[in-house]
Every structure is written in structure tokens, then in C-alpha cells.
């Protein structure tokens, strides 16, 4: 299931992803995502409604990349 949702913000696009996405991009279960949130080691969500959030595209991106980067540093 891929949903996604885009945002327009100050005339850059931002692009919010629903946890179905953010799993299938890190590869990480749910509940890592979530504690990686409590222990601030992963990017936050973004409320979307009372019942509802989604990540910011680039904020996963990001994370993936200095993940990859400290790999390479170890």
C-alpha cells in the first residue's frame, strides 16, 4: 500500500509519508521506528489529524543517509 500525501509550503514541495512508507524505505518495524522516536534517534512524525500522521520525505532521506555515512566512518 503506497500512500502518500504532498504539501505545498513557501513554494517548496514537502512531501509527507504515510508509516506504511517509511517501513518499506528503512526497512525498519514499526515499533523500531517508534522507539527510535522516543530515544531520538529517528526523525519525528508530523500530526496530521487527531488519529493521523505521516513523515516528512526528506527527514527519512536524511536519516538513511547519515546511517549509510556512519557505516562508512566505523
Same mark, same amino acid.
Given at each position: 500500500?503506497?500512500?502518500?500525501?504532498?504539501?505545498?509550503?513557501?513554494?517548496?514541495?514537502?512531501?509527507?509519508?504515510?508509516?506504511?512508507?517509511?517501513?518499506?524505505?528503512?526497512?525498519?518495524?514499526? $515499533?523500531? %521506528?517508534?522507539?527510535? &522516536?522516543?530515544?531520538?534517534?529517528?526523525?519525528? /512524525?508530523?500530526?496530521?489529524?487527531?488519529?493521523?500522521?505521516?513523515?516528512?520525505? $526528506?527527514? %527519512?532521506?536524511?536519516? &538513511?543517509?547519515?546511517?549509510?555515512?556512519?557505516? /562508512?566512518?566505523?
Amino acid at each position: 500500500m503506497n500512500i502518500n500525501i504532498q504539501v505545498r509550503h513557501d513554494m517548496n514541495k514537502i512531501k509527507l509519508i504515510k508509516l506504511e512508507v517509511v517501513i518499506e524505505m528503512t526497512t525498519l518495524s514499526r $515499533s523500531a %521506528i517508534y522507539r527510535g &522516536i522516543r530515544e531520538c534517534r529517528f526523525p519525528k /512524525q508530523v500530526r496530521l489529524s487527531r488519529r493521523s500522521v505521516a513523515w516528512v520525505e $526528506s527527514d %527519512i532521506q536524511n536519516w &538513511i543517509k547519515a546511517q549509510v555515512a556512519e557505516r /562508512q566512518n566505523i
